[in-house]
T-cell receptor, first 116, second 114 residues
Framework: DAGITQSPRHKVTETGTPVTLRCHQT?????MYWYRQDPGHGLRLIHY???????DKGEVSDGYSVSRSKTEDFLLTLESATSSQTSVYFC???????????????FGQGTRLTVV | GNSVTQMEGPVTLSEEAFLTINCTYT??????LFWYVQYPGEGLQLLLK?????DKGSNKGFEATYRKETTSFHLEKGSVQVSDSAVYFC?????????????FGKGTKLSVIP
């Protein structure tokens, strides 16, 4: 599992409340990602990070923010949760070797978020 | 931008049947191609990969060949088992611009019945 832990694993929250999901890694990887998984859409990138305090948007970033204050933690925040953000959220890290010619992604176990 | 198209599911097969899940892609340059598998209630696991044209990835009896001429990476298995029931995702990691993310297809749910 490449030492990736997501917390919480399940959460139910009310519309309009802020929610923060945490991804923790133990192997000092530079790149970290947040995806959401929805039926009929596969996995879509929300935000990613390429280093401490270095983040960028993915294809479905509206309504989400991220922070990475240390290498091991990547936080995803829903500023004001909406029902459309009910989803399963996956964190991933990227490993590279052979000077970047080989790369793989490893995923956490996911966080199931329900916004009611 | 990069994109991945895989066959719609769900797919239901009898045990020991032959499996093909089609995957085609659009990308510039020389992407790396992957198949991930997701068992019920779990995260995604890398099943196999190929990093250049004509490479064949294989694992657990599954195979896929990187075909640049047809921009395809179809997943095959000669004899499926009930334990292969899962959702399968085709994905690519682009080269150059767009290489910052893994782009996924929408997934194909496979059910294998005894």
């Amino acid at each position: 599992d490449a030492g990736i832990t997501q917390s919480p694993r399940h959460k139910v929250t009310e519309t309009g409340t802020p929610v923060t999901l945490r991804c923790h890694q133990t192997e000092n990887h530079r790149y970290m990602y947040w995806y959401r998984q929805d039926p009929g859409h596969g996995l879509r990138l929300i935000h990613y990070s390429y280093g401490v305090k270095d983040t960028d948007k993915g294809e479905v970033s509206d309504g989400y923010s991220v922070s990475r204050s240390k290498t091991e933690d990547f936080l995803l925040t829903l500023e004001s949760a909406t029902s459309s953000q009910t989803s399963v959220y996956f964190c991933a890290i990227r490993t590279e070797w052979d000077r970047g010619l080989n790369t793989e992604a490893f995923f956490g176990q996911g966080t199931r978020l329900t916004v009611v | 931008g990069n994109s991945v198209t895989q066959m719609e599911g769900p797919v239901t097969l009898s045990e020991e049947a032959f499996l093909t899940i089609n995957c085609t892609y659009t990308a510039t340059g020389y992407p790396s191609l992957f198949w991930y598998v997701q068992y019920p209630g779990e995260g995604l696991q890398l099943l196999l990969k190929a990093t250049k044209a004509d490479d064949k990835g294989s694992n657990k009896g599954f195979e896929a060949t990187y075909r640049k001429e047809t921009t395809s990476f179809h997943l095959e298995k000669g004899s499926v088992q009930v334990s292969d029931s899962a959702v399968y995702f085709c994905a690519l990691w682009g080269s150059g611009a767009g290489s910052y993310q893994l782009t996924f297809g929408k997934g194909t749910k496979l059910s294998v019945i005894p």
